[in-house]
Antibody, heavy 122, light 106 residues
């Protein structure tokens, strides 16, 4: 079973860049079984897919966030990362990293981190 | 962008069958998965590829998908099943979530 753990600042100022890292254990990030995903949850509201990346580095992004998002993989550390630029209060959410099954037509995420609350405020 | 619509809330009595729907244009032509999320917890995958259950998910959870509607069915609903449920699909270029359904077990 893959285990994932998010880390990063819990408070980011408006207009700055949100940066989070997900550490993967229990499996190698160099796996053809998974994509590595970022998903956020607005408190009291729904889930939003941010994007996912394959271990080769090929990313796929939510079109509504594409201009601000970068997801990358560090195979040497078994980690993947999220950068979201020019944040506003609307980016305040719980951010999850997850492993997403490759070659499944619905891209189901079968393991999730515990989530980290990121608040955008001055 | 592709939209998937869920009812905001569904109520069910303990022991009865709960059905949560997810509607989208020709959704039956796509694979759909479902997540359960309880307050303060991470989502848990309960159904993938329309009707498959991950290991550890009780048999009372089942899924179907046809036409424009995917359905998550919980048979013999228990109090522990009270949670938010989200459908998810791939629209060809991105993952899309439904808006979520709050299941209340009365």
């Amino acid at each position: 079973q893959v285990r994932l753990q998010e880390s990063g600042p819990g408070l980011v100022k408006p207009s700055q860049t949100l940066s989070l890292t997900c550490t993967v254990s229990g499996d190698s990030i160099i796996s053809n079984s998974f994509y590595w995903s970022w998903i956020r949850h607005y408190p009291g509201k729904g889930l939003e897919w941010i994007g996912h990346v394959y271990y080769t580095g090929t990313p796929y992004y939510n079109p509504s966030l594409k201009s601000r998002v970068t997801i990358s993989v560090d195979t040497s550390k078994n980690q993947f990362s999220l950068r979201l630029s020019s944040v506003t209060a609307a980016d305040t959410a719980v951010y999850y990293c997850a492993s997403t099954l490759h070659d499944y037509g619905d891209y189901p995420s079968d393991s999730w981190g515990q989530g980290t609350l990121v608040t955008v405020s001055s | 962008s592709y939209d998937m619509t869920q009812p905001p809330s569904v109520s069910v009595s303990p022991g009865q069958t709960a059905r949560i729907t997810c509607s989208g244009d020709s959704l039956g032509n796509k694979y759909t998965c479902w997540y359960q999320q309880k307050p303060g917890q991470s989502p848990v995958l309960v159904i993938y590829q329309d009707k498959k259950r991950p290991s550890g998910i009780p048999e009372r959870f089942s899924g179907s998908n046809s036409g424009n509607t995917a359905t998550l069915t919980i048979s013999g609903t228990q109090a522990m099943d009270e949670a938010a449920y989200y459908c998810q699909a791939w629209d060809g270029s991105s993952v899309v979530f439904g808006g979520g359904t709050k299941l209340t077990v009365l």
